[in-house]
């Protein structure tokens, strides 16, 4: 069963505005890009404001940051990420499978890391 809990959206500003910072960007550049005003954007980072489910995953592709991160500061389980992946991917045929195993060695051999 998943633990569900109350979305507390002072907490959920604080890691947008800790990963902005991060980031390097202002406020009014992650409001740019994730399309939205710089006050309702700010509002969103004091807590004050609560942010539709497309403008959190405009916010979260601006700052690169895991969306599990955002509402409960933690990161998903990274095995359970790659098997996942690698399923889909075997999942596509061998071709697919083929692909993605090249592509994971050519990261892996790059200084990409």
Request: aromatic share 8%.
């Amino acid at each position: 069963m998943i633990e569900m809990s109350v979305v507390d959206r002072f907490d959920i500003g604080q890691r947008i505005q800790r990963m902005r910072r991060e980031a390097g960007y202002t406020q009014l550049e992650v409001a740019e890009l994730a399309g939205i005003s710089a006050s309702y954007y700010g509002n969103i980072e004091r807590g004050r404001k609560a942010m539709s489910v497309d403008t959190f995953v405009r916010i979260c592709a601006v700052l690169h940051a895991s969306a599990d991160y955002i509402l409960t500061d933690k990161i998903p389980d990274s095995d359970k990420v790659v098997e996942n992946i690698i399923a889909s991917a075997k999942r596509g045929g061998s071709d697919s499978y083929s692909h993605f195993l090249g592509f994971m060695k050519r990261i892996a051999h790059s200084d990409f890391l």
